[in-house]
């Protein structure tokens, strides 16, 4: 029996026995006792599945990543400890010093920074496309040395949206695997995968927790990529890992399974950004409602930008939920149920006019989160975004009058006649 995604929200990833506890456990435990060190061994040479260090492995952490899995459609999921690691984990466990990644302009600030200064001191080096880019400039920015395409399935805070075709066919034919962030549309609204994504990533601390609770990320492996016909340029995956008992991942664990088990026992064993199990726990409790809260999310949205459009003292209103709106054409193909409860536009005056306006919010709180329960707002250009200067904030899709109001569960009208108030406060 194949389950709707409502019934893979509430039930997927853990099926309790008789007897056994309904929600999943919370395994708070750093280590695991084995009788005999031959039974350890086995685990240690990846002959065995189970449990040793929680560095590496958690059976609270796996059943919800598991659920993600499902969700997203994959074959293999992992979690960690944030969204920032899970898309830095999802790139370093292909690209190494000397390799090259092109990524989308419009990518949220954090991740921007992460790949054009940290990554590129690791001797990654990165190219930026926008993602309106025509299909001859997209393969024009790959190298030979390129192993992997990344963008996001909605920017954040740009809200762009990403042709996930166009870059998956231009990442193929080049024989590098497509990575897309699929933070803001999650899984409920878009699957990336069904559109020819190899790998999507999540920060969960957004709506899937949903409740500013827990932080944490996520990487689902579609299974689909295949990692032995471009052995030479993934030799991490096809050839053995003399750091790990000679393991060849893809000999051992398929396509289907190489990629995170990979990351597992490689990367989190070296870097340790591993989510809690307590965080975990709090993660998939926010699932289980994820496909009831994300409509109410969109339906807000919706309202505010459509008030905000009307408004004669807003500049511009970005939002894909909108007819007029320059993505609504790729929204209606990839999102057809509703994009993300988040909006952003400018106000008339510019970056002081923005900043006067957010002071005078009483619903909205001045926030640097996003996608949760509770509405919150952000000036990017003076918070995420401020290590960009001008040049990389108009790349980026991030000019200085624009505000992000990340829409919560709370009434519509109550949203609306907030920002109301705060703008005839100007």
């Known amino acids: 029996m194949k389950k709707r995604i409502e019934t893979r929200c509430v039930q997927g990833g853990y099926t309790p026995g008789n007897g056994e506890p309904r929600q999943i456990p919370i395994i708070q435990s750093t280590t695991f006792k084995y009788d005999t060190s031959e ?5 240690f040479d990846l002959e065995a599945s189970g449990y ?9 952490n796996d059943a919800v990543a598991r659920k993600i899995c499902e969700l997203e459609g994959g074959t293999a999921a992992m979690l960690t400890s944030s969204g920032q690691a899970a898309n830095f984990y999802a790139v370093f466990n292909i690209a190494n010093c000397g390799d090259h990644v092109v990524a989308s302009s419009t990518i949220y600030g954090g991740t921007f920074n992460l790949f054009s200064v940290t990554m590129k001191k690791m001797g990654i080096d990165f190219t930026f496309v926008s993602p309106d880019c025509s299909e001859e400039e997209l393969n024009a920015a790959f190298r030979p040395n390129t192993k992997a395409l990344f963008g996001e399935t909605i920017a954040n805070p740009a809200l762009t949206v990403l042709d996930i075709e166009k870059f998956a066919k231009a990442a193929h034919a080049h024989g590098v695997p497509l990575i897309v962030d699929n933070t803001f549309a999650t899984p409920i609204n878009c699957r990336p995968i069904e559109w020819g994504a190899d790998i999507v990533t999540h920060s969960t601390t957004k709506y ?4 500013g609770a827990a932080l944490g990320g996520c990487i689902v492996d579609s299974g689909k990529f295949d990692w032995n016909k471009y052995a030479d340029k993934y030799p991490g995956l096809t050839t053995p ?22 990351a597992t026992s490689q990367l989190m064993r070296d870097f340790g950004s591993v989510q809690s199990p307590q965080n975990a726990f709090i993660l998939n409790l926010g699932l289980e409602s994820l496909h009831v809260r994300v409509k109410r999310h969109c339906e807000n949205a919706l309202a505010v930008a459509e008030y905000l459009s009307k408004s004669d003292k807003i500049a511009w209103v970005n939002y894909c939920g909108l007819p007029g709106d320059k993505y609504h054409a790729l929204a209606e193909k990839y999102l057809p149920n509703g994009s993300c409860g988040v909006v952003s536009f400018g106000v008339k005056g510019g970056r002081k006019a923005a900043e006067s306006f957010m002071k005078h919010l009483k619903i909205a709180a ?3 989160h996003v996608a949760d329960a509770h509405s919150c707002c952000l000036h990017p250009a003076s918070a995420t975004h401020r290590q960009m200067n001008d040049e990389e904030l108009v790349a980026a899709g991030v000019s200085p009058d624009l505000v992000r109001l990340s829409c919560g569960l709370e009434n519509a009208e109550d949203l609306i006649e907030d920002i109301e108030q705060a703008l005839n406060a100007i």
């Not at 039974?39 to 685990?43: I, P, Q, V």
């Open 208 to 211: 899937m927790d949903g409740h």
């Open 366 to 368: 001045i926030e640097t």
């Open 39 to 43: 039974d350890m061994g086995k685990l």
């Open 52 to 60: 040793f260090y929680t560095r590496l492995q958690n059976p609270t």
């Open 241 to 262: 890992d003399e750091s790990y008992h000679g393991v060849t991942y893809t000999e051992r664990f398929g396509l289907a399974g190489a990629f995170i088990t990979k």
